[in-house]
Nanobody, 115 residues
Framework: QVQLVESGGGLVQAGGSLRLSCAAS????????MAWYRQAPGKQREWVAG???????RDADSVKGRFTISRDNAKITVYLQMNSLKPEDTAVYYC?????????WGQGTQVTVSS
């Protein structure tokens, strides 16, 4: 089993920045892809950004140019740098791992952006 623990969420002002972290219990980055999802109140969970085992990154159109996904293999940690935050970015953000080693989800971290 792989455990994923998110941290770094909080309350920020519109236009501000926040950096989320996702720490994994096992080094799976060479096999599984990692991703960030979010779920706002009353809405379905949506994909935000992803990074493959080969370090190829993608992000959703809604966050392109503002969010950046990255990872630190030594720390077994994935990051989501969020800049120019908007109130519509308010959601619970979840870390996900998917691939040959199975699919795993973290418990989520709350991000609230005030106007």
């Amino acid at each position: 089993q792989v455990q994923l623990v998110e941290s770094g969420g909080g309350l920020v002002q519109a236009g501000g920045s926040l950096r989320l972290s996702c720490a994994a219990s096992t080094n799976i980055f060479g096999i599984n892809a990692m991703a960030w999802y979010r779920q706002a109140p009353g809405k379905q969970r949506e994909w935000v950004a992803g990074i493959t085992s080969g370090d190829i990154t993608r992000d959703a159109d809604s966050v392109k140019g503002r969010f950046t996904i990255s990872r630190d293999n030594a720390k077994i940690t994935v990051y989501l740098q969020m800049n120019s935050l908007k109130p519509e970015d308010t959601a619970v953000y979840y870390c996900q791992s998917s691939g040959p080693l199975g699919n795993y989800w973290g418990q989520g971290t709350q991000v609230t952006v005030s106007s």
